[in-house]
T-cell receptor
């Protein structure tokens, strides 16, 4: 079946602009996770959605970052007023309850 | 606090050599899960294996094997007869059990870059 998909694959933006990154999880997966990967910081957890529970936002680095998951499926990660340090690969993963997380191909964000 | 340490930043071997990637973890939980993921140059994280804290049996899958030892908090990964296609960054990760049987976020190590030369 189809895996996790993310769009866009690449995004170049100017400092100060807002960006939206999209994640389509594997059909039927109840949990969805966002991570980011940068050279200096490795793989960092950002936010986690599980079913109808309140999301775990403990990894969001600042209030410029937010995410939502509509209808228990697609998720959008929004970064407002982007900064150069936001440049990274943003990875989305999904899982069934108590199962392994499967990752999408990522969105490469470059903030100029 | 949860922590995963992969002390080897880079490893280079010649094809057909065996190589072991080390992973040491810290957690206060009695129920947890350990994972290995592979990240080839294409960038996508590929799941390799998952073990739970109650199952210390070693596992072999083709040329891959994993050695889980709770006594030393280690979950090492060995590739036998390495091949050029094994070249990638390998990540070890830890997840705790959340309420019910849900798994929580992954705590990743910094990764080990494995290069296999022909």
């Amino acid at each position: 079946g189809a895996g996790v998909s993310q769009s866009p694959s690449n995004k170049v933006t100017e400092k100060g602009k807002d960006v939206e990154l999209r994640c389509d999880p594997i059909s039927g997966h109840t949990a969805l996770y966002w991570y980011r990967q940068s050279l200096g910081q490795g793989l960092e957890f950002l936010i986690y959605f599980q079913g109808n529970s309140a999301p775990d936002k403990s990894g969001l680095p600042s209030d410029r970052f937010s995410a939502e998951r509509t209808g228990g499926s697609v998720s959008t990660l929004t970064i407002q007023r982007t900064q150069q340090e936001d440049s990274a690969v943003y990875l989305c993963a999904s899982s069934s309850q108590a199962e392994t997380q499967y990752f999408g191909p990522g969105t490469r964000l470059l903030v100029l | 606090a949860q922590k995963v340490t992969q002390a080897q930043t880079e490893i280079s071997v010649v094809e057909k050599e065996d190589v072991t990637l080390d992973c040491v973890y810290e957690t206060r939980d009695t129920t947890y899960y350990l994972f290995w993921y592979k990240q080839p140059p294409s960038g996508e994280l590929v799941f390799l294996i998952r073990r739970n804290s109650f199952d210390e049996q070693n596992e072999i899958s083709g040329r891959y094997s994993w050695n889980f030892q709770k006594s030393t908090s280690s979950f090492n990964f060995t590739i036998t007869a390495s091949q050029v296609v094994d070249s990638a960054v390998y990540f070890c990760a830890l997840s705790e059990a959340r309420r019910g049987s849900t798994l929580g976020r992954l705590y990743f190590g910094r990764g080990t870059q494995l290069t296999v030369w022909p």
